[in-house]
């Protein structure tokens, strides 16, 4: 099984770490940028 790694739609980074969030859904930001927000790309 591979590990899932997440990426920043600003900058493409992959500093990504839960910011918020449980029953909804989780809120990211990124290290890298400062992007706060629900969007992130996932690859496999």
Do not use: H, W
Request: aromatic residues 14%; hydrophobic residues 25%; glycine residues 12%.
């Amino acid at each position: 099984m591979s590990e899932k790694r997440l990426y920043c739609p600003k900058c493409e980074g992959n500093n990504i770490v839960p910011e918020a969030g449980f029953i909804t859904g989780y809120k990211y930001r990124c290290r890298d940028c400062g992007y706060v927000g629900v969007l992130v790309y996932q690859d496999e």
